[in-house]
C-alpha cells in the first residue's frame, strides 16, 4: 500500500504512530457514541430567548425577597385567571372529581385509547366552538390530543414533512418553532418577512417571494404555518388575508396549520376569525389541507396540564395523527377532569368573557405605561403579551445592535424581554414583552423600571449617511422644541387654576406649535434642498 | 478534531527536529487513512448524497426504496402527507393492531357482552384496581389541594419542568429501589419522565441512534417496538432469533453473529435492547447473561436498553435482577446504560401515562430531558402520583397482593391451556404466558400460524397475539395476557380454545 510505503523508511516513528493510533482509537472507543440529534445543538436554546429565561432563573424578581431581581417577560403564561379556576375548583370539588371518584375509576387508569375520552373530546369541541362565537363547528371525531400545543405541532410537521423539506411560517414567529418543528423531524423552515410598513401583516406578496426562496435554495415545501392571534405580535389575522393565505396554499398545493392556542386570548371576541371559519364560508373548499392547532395552556392558562389538540379536515391526517400521539397522550385522569369543567357552561362563559376582560385591561395599561415612557407599541388586539419598538434606542440598526439592547435591559434595567432577532424580525429593534404571567404590582415595578431606563443617559441612533444625517438633526432639533412646548403646558396647568385661561393658554400654545412646525418643516425643505445636488 | 488535538500534544510531548519535520507528513498520510476508513459510517445521517460511493448496497438500497416511496406519492394527488406518515397508514394489516381494534369495538364482558371478543391480547393488569381505586377514593382530595392550600392551582397550572416534578422523581425512584426488593437505590436526579414508556423507549432511541443505524433486539419481542422505535427515529431493528430448545434465553454467540453481519452490511449497530422481565415470553434474565450482555456491548462499544417495565409483576422462585445491579457490583462503564421503566404494568395504570427514562449517561439525560417537552406529564396527574407513590404502606402491601394475584392467576390460566395439551414456556414475571400451539397449526409455517390467529379470533373470540408479530422465528407461538381476566372467565376462554382445537 502506498501508505505504508512511505511510512516505511522512518520505521522508528512509524511504531510509535501505530502505539499512538491504537490508543487513540481505544480512547475514542471508551466514549460511547450517541445520535447527532442529541450531541448537536440543533435544539436551537442558545438563542438569547432561552438564555434571558437562564438569567431569569439565576435571580427572579420577589417584591419581598429579591426586589432587585430579573422580572420574567418573556413567558407567556396566563395568570391574570387562576381565581376563576381556584373558585371553581373549590365550589366543585366533586364533579372535578380530579378524575378518581369511585365511578368510572376503572376506565380511567386502564384507559389507552389514543383517541382520548370521548366526554372530553366532546367538551374541547364545544369549548373551541364557543370561544369562535359558534361561528365554526367542531367534529370530536376529528380531534387529537396531544401532550401540549407544542406536541401537536411536531406531530403535524413529522406527519406533512419528511426529513429536507419545508414549511413556511410568517416572521417575526415564535421562537420555540425553531426547535420544536426542526430537531427531530429535519424539517426546515422558511421565514416569510413582514415588516413594520403595513403593521406585520402577511401579504401574497411575501409569501410568495419566500416560497420561491424556498425553491431556490432546493427544499420542497410542505406547508405554510401561520399563528392566529399571532405569537409575538399579539395581532389577529383579518379575514381577507386569511381568505389570501389558503388561496396561496391552494395555489401551491400546500398544507395550511393555523395555530389558533391564542383564540380566547383575543380581547373582544368579534376580532377574531379562525381558519375554520373560512373552510365552511367557502364548503369546505381546498379543507383537505388545513389543520388547526389548539392547546389549552394560553386560554385556559392551564400549561401544567399539558393538553393540546389537531383538528384537522383531512381524514388520513387525523388517522396517523392519532396513531403517533401514542408518543404524547394525555393523563385520563386530567382528561377526566377538565371534561367537566369545560362541560360547566356556566363556568366557560364567564371565564372567557372575564379573561378576555382582564387581558384587555392589561393589555392597555402596560400599553400606556410604555407610552408614558416614550415607547411605542404595535396596535395589538389579543395575546398574553404586546410587541415594542425600541428601534430609536440602537445604536445601530442590526441584530447585534438589538441584542447588545437587549443585553443591556436584560443586566441593568433587570426585565426580561424576547428580542425580535430570536423571532427572526427582519426589523432591528422590536421586542415581545409579556405582561399575564405575574401580578398587577409587578407588572407596575417593570413600567417603573422602563421609564427610569428611558429617563436615563440611553444610548441616541448613531446617525451614517450626510443628507439623512441633517435631515435627523432637524428633526431633533423639532422634537425637542415641542418638548419643552410640552413642558411650558405642564407648568401653565399647573400655574393657572382659571379653567378658562389655560383653555385660551392652551389654544394660543396650539397656534404657536403650529406656526412653529411649518417654519420648520420649511427650514427642513431648504436645507434639504440645500443638500441634495440639483437634478434635471 | 477529537484525534488531532491529542496527537498534537503527543508531538510536541516528544519534540525533536527529525520527529517534528516526519510528524507533520506522517500526520498528514494517517489523518487521510483514518478519514477514509472512517467516513461512510459516521457521515451515515447527514443530507444523503447519492454520490458517496462508499455507502454499502444496502444504505442506499434503503434509501432508493424511500425515494420510490415519495415518487408514488407525488403522483398520488393534492396535499399528500410525508412518507413518514404514510409508513403507518400501511401497517395497519398487523395482527397485532387488528385483533386489538376487533376487540376494543366489541368486547366481552360477562355479564352485558357474553358474546363479545375476549381480549389475550393487551398487556394490562385488571387485577388489583381495587386497592388503587380504594385508595385513591379516599386519598385523592388531600392529595391534590389541602397539603398546602397555595400550591393548589399555581403548583399545577402553570408550566412545570418537561421532564418531571423533582416531587415524582424522588417518589418514582424510591418506588423503583422497592421494586427491586432495596437491593439498589435510583438516583433521581438520573430519571426523566416521559408521559408513559411509548415515549420514553422513542426518546432514548432518538438519543442513542440516527437514522439508518439499527439496534439488536433478541426475539421474539414486543410488537409494539416496530413502530415505536422504528417509525419516527428511521431506525432499524434486527431481530436476534432465540430458541425453543433453551426456553428462548438471550445467545451471546447470536447476538456476535447479527453484530458481524449487518457491519457486513454497512448498517451500524448503536445498541442491544431487551426486555426484562421478557415480553412476550415472560422469562428473566440471569445475572451470567447480563454480564454477557454488558461485555458485549463493551466489547462492541455499543448501549445497552434494558426495558424492565414488568420488573414488579414477577412471580415464582426466579428472583428477578436488573441490570443497574449488576452495575452496581461489577465494574462496567456505566454511560453505556440505559434502563426503561413506566408505572403502567406494575401500577396498573396505564391511563396516567407515566414513563422513566433511567441513565448514567448525563448527554443522554440532558437531550432526553429537553425532548421530553413533546411527552410531558400532566401536573395534577404527577401530584398525585407523588402522594400515592409516597405512602410506604399501601406501596408495599399493594406490590405484595399483586404479585400473589398474578401468580394465581398465571397459574390457573397455564394448568388450564395444559389440560387443553398446550404447554407453556417457563416464565417468572410479566402479564401473560407463551403459549406453543405449533401442534395445532396446519402447515408448520408463519401462514399456519396466522390461520390458526385468525381461526381464534373470528371462530372462538379470542385475540392472542401471534408469535410472528414479534418475530418469533418458530411459529406456532402465541402470547396470551391473563391479567385483563376476570378467575371465573377462564373457564369459558378455554372452551373457546377448545372449540378452535376440535373443529381442527
Not at chain 1, 410542505?222 to 405580535?233: E, W
Not at chain 1, 425600541?390 to 436584560?410: D, N, Q, S, Y
Not at chain 2, 416534578?165 to 439498589?184: D, P, R, Y
Request: charged share 20%.
Amino acid at each position: 500500500m502506498m501508505l505504508t510505503g512511505l511510512i516505511a523508511p522512518f520505521h522508528f516513528s512509524f511504531t510509535w504512530f501505530v502505539a499512538c493510533f491504537l490508543k487513540l482509537t481505544t480512547m475514542a472507543k471508551s466514549c460511547v457514541p450517541l445520535s447527532e440529534l442529541a450531541t448537536s445543538n440543533t435544539h436551537g436554546e442558545d438563542s438569547p430567548y432561552f438564555a434571558g429565561w437562564k438569567a431569569y432563573d439565576e435571580e427572579p424578581y420577589d417584591a419581598a425577597e429579591n426586589p432587585s431581581g430579573v422580572i420574567q417577560m418573556g413567558l407567556a403564561e396566563n395568570q391574570v385567571s387562576f381565581d376563576l379556576l381556584e373558585e371553581y375548583l373549590e365550589q366543585h370539588p366533586e364533579a372535578t372529581g380530579w378524575g378518581c371518584g369511585i365511578s368510572g375509576f376503572r376506565e380511567n387508569a386502564l384507559f389507552q385509547d389514543y383517541r382520548g375520552l370521548r366526554a372530553f373530546r366532546q367538551a374541547m369541541a364545544t369549548f373551541m366552538e364557543k370561544i369562535r362565537g359558534e361561528r365554526a363547528k367542531f367534529d370530536p371525531e376529528r380531534i387529537v390530543l396531544t401532550a401540549g400545543a407544542t406536541a401537536a405541532n411536531e406531530l403535524l410537521t413529522f406527519i406533512l414533512a419528511d426529513p429536507g423539506d419545508c414549511l413556511l411560517i410568517p416572521a417575526p414567529y415564535y421562537p420555540g418553532f425553531d426547535r420544536d418543528l426542526r430537531w427531530r423531524t429535519g424539517a426546515n423552515i422558511i421565514p416569510v418577512h413582514c415588516n413594520s410598513s403595513n403593521g406585520f401583516q402577511i401579504t401574497t406578496q411575501n409569501l410568495e417571494a419566500a416560497f420561491a426562496e424556498a425553491v431556490a435554495m432546493g427544499f420542497r415545501v410542505r406547508g405554510v404555518l401561520i399563528t392566529n392571534p399571532s405569537n409575538p405580535l399579539g395581532t389577529t389575522i383579518s379575514r381577507p388575508v386569511l381568505e389570501e393565505i389558503l388561496v396561496f396554499a391552494a395555489r401551491n398545493d400546500i398544507h395550511l396549520i393555523s395555530d389558533e392556542i391564542y383564540s380566547g386570548s383575543v380581547f373582544s371576541p368579534d376580532e377574531f376569525v379562525s381558519m375554520a371559519e373560512i373552510v365552511e364560508e367557502r364548503g369546505y373548499k381546498d379543507c383537505e389541507r388545513v389543520h388547526v392547532v389548539y392547546s389549552l395552556s394560553k386560554d385556559l392558562g392551564l400549561p401544567g396540564f399539558r393538553v393540546g389538540a389537531i383538528y384537522s379536515y383531512n381524514d388520513r391526517v387525523v388517522t396517523t395523527a392519532r396513531k403517533m400521539s401514542s408518543f404524547t397522550l394525555v393523563s385520563s385522569q386530567t382528561q377526566k377532569m377538565l371534561a367537566s369543567m369545560l362541560s360547566d357552561r356556566v363556568f366557560v362563559e364567564n371565564y372567557l368573557e372575564t379573561n378576555r376582560k382582564r387581558l384587555k385591561e392589561r393589555h392597555d395599561y402596560i400599553v400606556e405605561g410604555l407610552k408614558d415612557a416614550g415607547i411605542e407599541c404595535l396596535r395589538g388586539n389579543a395575546g398574553l403579551f404586546c410587541w415594542m419598538n425600541l428601534a430609536p434606542l440602537l445604536k445601530e440598526t442590526t441584530r447585534e445592535g438589538e441584542l447588545e439592547l437587549w443585553k443591556l435591559i436584560l443586566q441593568e434595567v433587570k426585565l426580561n424581554i424576547s428580542p425580535g432577532s430570536s423571532c427572526h424580525c427582519s426589523e432591528a429593534g422590536w421586542f415581545r414583552v409579556c405582561f399575564a404571567n405575574m401580578s398587577q404590582r409587578t407588572l407596575e415595578v417593570a413600567l417603573r423600571r422602563m421609564r427610569n431606563f428611558m429617563d436615563g443617559p440611553t444610548p441616541i441612533r448613531r446617525i451614517t449617511s450626510l443628507p439623512f444625517k441633517a435631515e435627523m438633526a432637524l428633526k431633533q432639533k423639532a422634537y425637542s422644541d415641542l418638548e419643552s412646548q410640552a413642558h411650558l403646558q405642564i407648568y401653565l396647568k399647573n400655574k393657572h387654576e382659571d379653567a378658562l385661561s389655560l383653555l385660551q393658554e392652551e389654544a394660543r400654545i396650539k397656534d404657536e406649535t403650529i406656526a412653529h412646525q411649518q417654519t420648520l418643516i420649511n427650514l427642513m425643505k431648504a436645507e434639504l434642498a440645500k443638500t441634495r445636488p440639483p437634478s434635471g | 478534531m477529537r484525534l488531532i488535538v491529542p496527537l498534537q500534544a503527543v508531538a510536541q510531548g516528544r519534540g525533536g527536529l527529525v520527529l517534528g519535520s516526519l510528524i507533520p507528513c506522517a500526520l498528514f498520510y494517517f489523518l487521510q487513512f483514518y478519514l477514509r476508513r472512517h467516513r461512510p459510517s459516521s457521515s451515515s445521517s447527514p443530507p444523503p448524497s447519492s454520490s458517496d460511493s462508499n455507502l454499502s448496497e444496502l444504505t442506499s438500497m434503503h434509501r432508493s426504496f424511500s425515494r420510490n416511496l415519495l415518487s408514488t406519492r407525488g403522483s398520488a394527488g393534492p396535499s399528500c402527507i410525508s412518507s413518514r406518515g404514510a409508513a403507518l397508514a400501511r401497517g395497519d394489516d398487523n395482527p397485532y393492531y387488528v385483533g386489538l381494534k376487533r376487540c376494543a369495538e366489541d368486547p366481552y364482558d360477562a355479564s352485558s357482552n357474553p358474546d363479545g371478543f375476549v381480549q389475550l391480547g393487551l398487556a394490562e393488569n385488571r387485577l388489583s384496581l381495587d386497592l388503587i381505586r380504594d385508595w385513591l377514593v379516599s386519598n385523592w382530595k388531600d392529595s391534590l389541594l389541602s397539603e398546602e392550600q397555595e400550591l393548589s392551582v399555581r403548583g399545577l397550572a402553570t408550566y412545570q419542568p418537561h421532564d418531571g416534578l423533582m416531587e415524582l422523581k424522588m417518589a418514582v425512584s424510591e418506588f423503583m429501589g422497592h421494586i427491586m426488593q432495596g437491593s439498589i437505590s435510583f438516583n433521581p436526579s438520573q430519571l426523566v419522565l416521559t408521559a408513559g414508556a411509548t415515549p420514553a423507549v422513542e426518546i432514548l432511541s432518538f438519543c442513542l441512534a440516527d437514522a439508518g443505524n439499527a439496534f439488536l433486539v433478541p426475539s421474539p419481542y414486543y410488537p409494539g417496538w416496530d413502530r415505536d422505535i422504528k417509525w419516527r427515529t428511521g431506525i432499524e431493528l434486527i431481530p436476534v432469533p432465540c430458541r425453543s430448545t433453551n426456553n428462548f434465553n438471550i445467545s451471546i454467540p447470536a447476538l456476535e453473529r447479527a453484530f458481524n453481519q449487518s457491519k457486513k452490511r454497512g448498517v451500524k449497530v448503536r445498541a442491544v435492547i431487551v426486555s426484562n422481565p421478557n415480553n412476550p415470553v415472560g422469562n428473566l434474565i440471569d445475572q451470567e447473561t447480563l454480564i454477557g450482555l454488558l461485555d458485549f456491548v463493551t466489547e462492541k462499544n455499543i448501549h445497552l436498553i434494558s426495558d424492565e417495565i414488568f420488573a414488579g409483576s414477577t412471580y415464582g422462585n426466579d428472583q428477578f435482577v436488573s441490570v443497574a445491579e449488576i452495575l452496581d457490583v461489577e465494574n462496567f462503564d456505566k454511560s453505556r446504560v440505559h434502563i426503561i421503566y413506566g408505572l403502567s404494568k406494575d401500577l396498573s395504570i396505564p391511563g396516567f401515562r407515566i414513563g422513566v427514562i433511567y441513565s448514567h449517561n448525563e448527554n443522554v439525560l440532558a437531550a432526553s430531558s429537553k425532548l421530553a417537552r413533546f411527552s410531558s406529564i400532566s401536573a395534577p396527574t404527577q401530584r398525585l402520583l407523588v402522594s400515592m407513590l409516597s405512602d410506604a404502606r399501601f406501596i408495599s402491601e399493594y406490590l405484595a397482593i399483586n404479585r400473589e394475584r398474578l401468580q394465581n392467576m398465571q397459574a390457573l390460566f397455564v394448568d388450564g391451556l395444559k389440560e387443553l395439551g398446550i404447554k407453556c414456556a417457563s416464565s417468572s414475571g410479566g402479564l401473560y404466558c407463551w403459549a406453543d400451539m405449533s401442534k395445532l397449526i396446519g402447515s408448520y409455517s408463519e401462514k399456519g400460524e396466522l390461520q390458526l390467529w385468525d381461526r381464534l379470533l373470528n371462530v372462538a373470540k379470542v385475540n392472542a397475539t401471534p408469535g410472528s408479530t414479534c418475530h418469533c422465528i418458530e411459529p406456532g407461538w402465541f402470547r396470551c395476557c391473563f391479567s385483563t381476566l376476570e378467575k371465573s372467565d377462564i373457564p369459558l376462554v378455554m372452551e373457546r380454545i377448545r372449540t378452535v382445537i376440535q373443529s381442527n
